[in-house]
């Protein structure tokens, strides 16, 4: 069992579980069984003990009760006589003596007490001695009719006595006691056996020990009433069942039982000492103990067992874990319980096979992590160097943009840092020769300096690998220039000390300009990568090449551009001169102007040519002008062909003047000499052309000698154009401003015309007309009938000359477009109702209906009412003119927009082939119409012309014979509001 | 009650001769000027109960005149009907403008001048 202690809490848990467990059944299975033995015992002691105690009351009782009845049937006389009853029971009780040796004496009392017989073995007999006994408590006792039973008198102090009292006889009964020698109880008593030592006792009402096998305990006259169990059969006499564990009579303890003898009220006592009583019980207790503690015993062994195998798994799966955990993931727990346990012990198992495979898994993949982490790195490394390179590269080529210089050298130097060689070169390729432009290497000797210097430049071939990288535009990579049968400049590589070279060719736009060349000392000394860098400054060599050259093309094109805007502001400008201003003389000086800037000359002049007079005057602008040499110039006519104006005009061409100074070329003497004292030496001269013409001649000069550039003379053409359109503007400009004089003056005398017209024919009519109406208003007084009519003639002729003249005003007024709409808001309505109301006197004197029809809702109009109201009249006039029976309808009309008059009449209507000429001037239908109807003529077309001026149209339906109705159509309002 | 009188500005004799003829059964006292200087001069002196100004006047235009004698207190107040020739659009306007309280068109009926007379300086 060592290991016990060692082992863990669990096993102890266990092991004091189940000890407790199987201990605790077995004690409780023990106790149970002892109990229940006891109880059983008990029970049997019980009715053993009861069943003597009863039997021995069952006797005594028997044997007192006995005695009774022989006292009462020896009373039992069968004479009345009272003396022969006395007799007989004498006999009686003689024999009842000799019968019973228990009884000791009887005595028969009578009624009143008195002794009336008494036999006794003791003391003599008395037979009717009539002692008074009344007071006898055996007498008093009977009183009550029953038998009474005396408590145990002792006599001799040994001899226990019991008297018992019997009544005999109704009324008051005789008493017949008999003194009872209780050793026949004793014996009774004695005679009974319990178990072993188990005995019967008998105690009286009061307590005391009255039969006991032990006489002498008898004898002793013990008062056991304070006892617990005579206390408790007294308190409950018929009880029982109960066994009390009583103090033993003879000491110790004992187990008691009692019944009652009910008549005497004595209770006997079967008792049994307790060991004795119990003694069956011992065996069972012992057996019990014994079973107990075998029990335990192999309780506790079977609970450190089962403990053991219930710990030794657990035990098992937590050290396993343990050392699992621990990090020894070989280990593996061994568990063959056949049971949950051992699932477990698997589970754990299979978890540290996994963990196993993981971490070795695991170890695996961070060792290649490391690996390649580190190849990472190195490649980070190289990759940051390569960058590094390239950034200062770049940072070269952006810094001298002009000069390649730097930049290839700072290739070269880095190409031999980053590929760890020997030399790093940078070269060029010209189309022809390829020349050496950086060298970059760690020392280079006279010598080297001298091969290198008699192999560069050399053309592409394929005997040195620059060269043949050149050539083929390809890498070139020779790992080992002595096995390549082609290489040829093996002194070069001897001198230098190298066996391994690559080149790397420079190519823009797919054609080799050089190359970038690195050679190293071992056998192919150089990675891809390293190659792969190269070509990356090959590229950044080409981009620096190209840098420069495209800067320096930049540069030139720029000057070249900016030259170019120069002139196209100062094209801009010479237009806007040209388009801006009419004064000539700006215009040309403007373009003469840039013209010597943008030439570069001295000073230009513009000559105007004169077409008849076949020469070169009037110079027009000049700038930069000499002040001597201008006058000379203003005043001296050139001729056509003559001077540098007359042969460009001649020539119709641009022409130009190596010498103005020289006598053969210039021949215009006057001007030469001028021209040689100022110092011009070179003319220029530019024709103006327009449509052909030569309208004049821009000429330029320099005092340098030399000629014009194209472009300067293409230039100078498009100034001279320029300057051809400014001179037409101006010229076109002075006519239509003479026109326009020309035009304002006679629109103004036709104006005054008209006023003077207006005045000068109106005012005699004036006169006329006033004074015949004054004549027929009766101011001079009665006018004579016959002069009536003569003077109304007057009148009307009159009127009719002024319609004449208004109308002829009005249509030259038209006409001469002085005739102007007085624009207002007026109302068709009223203008209608204005014509009804004047014509309808005329209308009615002819016998006609003149009728007004116009919508009460339509809106104002705007327009010249006045001018409405003229031709609503004329029209309506008219057709009261021309209607000799029938109506005249006036009527108006809105449809959207436009406002419809219509004049209709049930006239003599129109001839199909006279509406056209209608309302042309002076046109009437017929000249006997005219006569007849009057009118003037005029009326339509007027009326036509104030509705065109209304921007309407007036027009007329008609048949003839079935009458006509005119329609005026004009906008309900020139002011563009709508009829909303 | 004094009689109204009449200035009236023209240069046509014949023009004035009506005029004259027409108010000879009225109450109104006519005075005549044959241009606008003088024309306005009498204004200013004799101040006429109403003036009659020809448009067409030599010198100074009947719009001048008119403008003229409005702007003098003296003559401000007076009403003065323009004639005009009805010739070009806007002589009615001008006359508006130049003061006049009302115009007449030649040739006009004698009657209704007469009756714009009346309206203008009621006979009294």
Known sequence: MKGWIARGRLFHKYVAVLFLLVGGMLLLSSVVNLYFSYRQTKAALIRLQRQEALAAAGRIEQFVRGIEQQVRAAMEVPFTDAAMAREQREIDFLRLLRDVPAITEIVQLDPDGRVQLLVSRLAPNEIGSRRNLSSDVRFLKTRIGRTSFSPVYFRKESEPYLTIAVPWGEGAPEVAAAEVDLKAIWQVVSQIRLGVSGYVYVVDQRGILVAHPDMSAVLQKRDLSGLPQIRAARAAPSASDGVTESPGLQGGRAVTSYAAIEPLGWLVFAEQPLAEAFAPLQGAIVLSSIFFVVGLGLSVLASVVLARRMVEPIRGLQEGAARIGAGELGHRIDIKTGDELEALGQAFNRTAAQLEESYASLERKVEERTRELAEANAELKEALERQTATSEILAVISSSRTDVQPVVDTIAANALKLCRGQTGGVYTFDGELIHVVALAGHSFSAQVLQSLRQTYPMPPSRGGATARAVMSGAIVYIPDIREDPEYRLQDVAKAIDFVSIVAVPMLHEGMPIGAVTVTGRGIAAFSQRQIELLKTFADQAVIAVENVRLFTELQSRTSKLARSVEELQALGEVSRAVSSSLDLETVLATIIARAVELSASSFGIVYEYDETLQEFRNLRGAVGLDPELAEVLRTTPIRLGEGVAGRTAALRAPFQFADVSDEQTYDVDLIRGQFQQVGYRSALGVPLLFEQRVVGVLVLLRKELGSFSPEVVNLLQTFANQSVLAIQNARLFREIADKSRQLEAASRHKSQFLASMSHELRTPLNAILGFNEMILGRVYGEVPAALQEPLADIQSSGRHLLRLINNVLDLSKIEAGRMELTLADYSVQETVESVRASLHPLAESKGLELVTRVPAELPLAHGDGGRMVQCLMNLAGNAIKFTRRGRVEISAELRGDLLIYRVADTGIGIAKDKIDTLFDEFRQGDATITSEFGGTGLGLSITRKFVELHKGRVWVESELGRGSTFFIAIPLRLDGGTTA | ?124
């Not at chain 2, 003296?74 to 001008?94: H, K, N, V, Y």
């Open chain 2, 1 to 124: 009650m004094s009689a109204k009188t009449i200035l009236y500005v023209e240069d046509n004799e014949l023009n004035r001769k009506m005029l004259r003829h027409l108010l000879r059964g009225t109450s109104y006292r006519l005075i005549e000027a044959p241009d606008g200087e003088s024309g306005m001069t009498m204004a200013r002196e004799q101040r006429p109960d109403l003036i009659l100004m020809d448009v067409q006047l030599p010198k100074i235009s009947g719009i001048e005149a008119t403008r003229a004698l409005r702007a003098e207190p003296s003559t401000a107040g007076t009403p003065i009907i323009a004639i005009t020739s009805f010739a070009l659009s806007g002589d009615e306007q001008r006359a508006k403008e130049a003061g006049a309280s009302a115009y007449l068109a030649k040739p006009y009926s004698p009657f209704a001048l007469l009756e714009m007379i009346r309206r203008l300086a009621p006979e009294g």
